[in-house]
Protein backbone atom coordinates (compact mmCIF):
# COMPACT_ATOMS: atom_id res chain seq x y z
CA UNK A 1 0.00 0.00 0.00
CA UNK A 2 1.20 3.17 -0.87
CA UNK A 3 0.02 6.17 0.77
CA UNK A 4 0.36 10.56 0.02
CA UNK A 5 -0.41 12.55 2.33
CA UNK A 6 -1.50 16.53 1.59
CA UNK A 7 -2.91 19.18 3.53
CA UNK A 8 0.10 20.56 6.40
CA UNK A 9 1.22 24.05 6.39
CA UNK A 10 1.43 26.64 8.48
CA UNK A 11 -0.85 28.49 10.32
CA UNK A 12 -1.29 30.64 13.48
CA UNK A 13 -2.18 29.99 17.08
CA UNK A 14 -6.22 28.87 17.03
CA UNK A 15 -6.28 28.19 13.42
CA UNK A 16 -7.31 25.14 11.18
CA UNK A 17 -5.82 22.42 8.69
CA UNK A 18 -6.98 19.63 7.26
CA UNK A 19 -5.12 16.49 6.80
CA UNK A 20 -5.79 13.77 4.00
CA UNK A 21 -4.35 10.55 3.07
CA UNK A 22 -5.05 8.38 0.29
CA UNK A 23 -3.66 5.00 -0.14
CA UNK A 24 -3.45 3.23 -3.38
CA UNK A 25 -5.29 0.44 -4.74
CA UNK A 26 -8.77 -0.30 -5.19
CA UNK A 27 -9.83 -2.87 -2.48
CA UNK A 28 -11.94 -2.66 0.75
CA UNK A 29 -9.27 -4.40 3.18
CA UNK A 30 -7.70 -1.40 5.32
CA UNK A 31 -9.02 -2.28 9.00
CA UNK A 32 -6.83 0.94 10.47
CA UNK A 33 -6.21 4.43 9.68
CA UNK A 34 -4.82 7.09 11.43
CA UNK A 35 -1.73 9.58 12.13
CA UNK A 36 0.94 10.18 14.76
CA UNK A 37 2.93 12.93 14.45
CA UNK A 38 6.85 13.86 15.59
CA UNK A 39 7.85 16.69 16.92
CA UNK A 40 11.61 18.12 16.67
CA UNK A 41 13.84 15.76 19.06
CA UNK A 42 10.56 13.26 20.50
CA UNK A 43 9.16 10.61 19.80
CA UNK A 44 6.67 10.24 17.12
CA UNK A 45 2.83 9.65 18.81
CA UNK A 46 -0.37 8.18 18.11
CA UNK A 47 -2.82 11.36 17.05
CA UNK A 48 -5.80 9.37 16.03
CA UNK A 49 -7.29 6.66 14.64
CA UNK A 50 -9.96 4.87 13.22
CA UNK A 51 -10.85 1.95 12.41
CA UNK A 52 -13.07 0.44 9.63
CA UNK A 53 -16.48 0.43 11.94
CA UNK A 54 -15.91 4.10 12.51
CA UNK A 55 -14.45 4.04 15.78
CA UNK A 56 -12.25 6.18 17.12
CA UNK A 57 -9.20 7.09 19.46
CA UNK A 58 -7.44 10.48 20.29
CA UNK A 59 -4.83 10.81 22.30
CA UNK A 60 -5.70 13.23 25.27
CA UNK A 61 -4.12 16.33 24.19
CA UNK A 62 -5.94 16.46 20.82
CA UNK A 63 -9.20 15.35 22.40
CA UNK A 64 -12.05 18.13 21.30
CA UNK A 65 -9.93 19.76 19.06
CA UNK A 66 -9.14 17.13 16.22
CA UNK A 67 -11.77 15.15 14.11
CA UNK A 68 -10.52 11.60 12.48
CA UNK A 69 -12.85 10.88 9.46
CA UNK A 70 -12.38 8.18 6.69
CA UNK A 71 -14.04 7.79 3.44
CA UNK A 72 -13.54 3.58 2.60
CA UNK A 73 -15.22 4.02 -0.95
CA UNK A 74 -11.52 6.64 -1.97
CA UNK A 75 -9.36 4.60 1.16
CA UNK A 76 -9.29 8.12 2.65
CA UNK A 77 -8.59 9.36 5.87
CA UNK A 78 -8.92 13.19 6.92
CA UNK A 79 -7.66 14.52 9.97
CA UNK A 80 -9.16 17.92 11.00
CA UNK A 81 -7.39 20.55 13.11
CA UNK A 82 -9.26 22.99 14.94
CA UNK A 83 -7.51 25.42 17.65
CA UNK A 84 -4.47 24.69 16.84
CA UNK A 85 -1.27 25.24 19.05
CA UNK A 86 2.47 25.94 18.79
CA UNK A 87 2.78 22.49 21.00
CA UNK A 88 0.98 20.64 17.45
CA UNK A 89 3.75 21.36 15.62
CA UNK A 90 5.26 18.44 14.01
CA UNK A 91 5.53 16.54 10.74
CA UNK A 92 2.41 14.58 10.94
CA UNK A 93 2.79 10.42 9.36
CA UNK A 94 -0.49 8.85 8.26
CA UNK A 95 -0.47 5.17 8.37
CA UNK A 96 -3.03 2.42 7.57
CA UNK A 97 -2.80 -1.30 8.28
CA UNK A 98 -3.77 -4.03 5.96
CA UNK A 99 -4.05 -7.59 6.39
CA UNK A 100 -2.13 -6.52 9.95
CA UNK A 101 0.99 -5.08 7.69
CA UNK A 102 1.16 -1.43 8.85
CA UNK A 103 1.70 1.62 5.84
CA UNK A 104 3.30 5.09 6.43
CA UNK A 105 2.92 7.97 4.39
CA UNK A 106 5.90 10.27 3.84
CA UNK A 107 4.75 12.72 6.36
CA UNK A 108 3.74 16.57 6.03
CA UNK A 109 4.91 19.41 8.18
CA UNK A 110 2.10 21.04 10.14
CA UNK A 111 3.88 24.06 11.78
CA UNK A 112 1.67 26.44 14.12
CA UNK A 113 3.10 30.08 14.83
CA UNK A 114 2.27 31.75 18.51
Known amino acids: VQLQASGGGLVQDGGSLRLSCSASGSDFSINVMGWYRQAPGKQRDLVAV???????NYTDSVKGRFTISRDNAKNTVYLQMNSLKPEDTAVYFC?????????WGQGTQVTVSS
Open 95 to 103: YVVRFGTTS
Open 50 to 56: IFRGGST
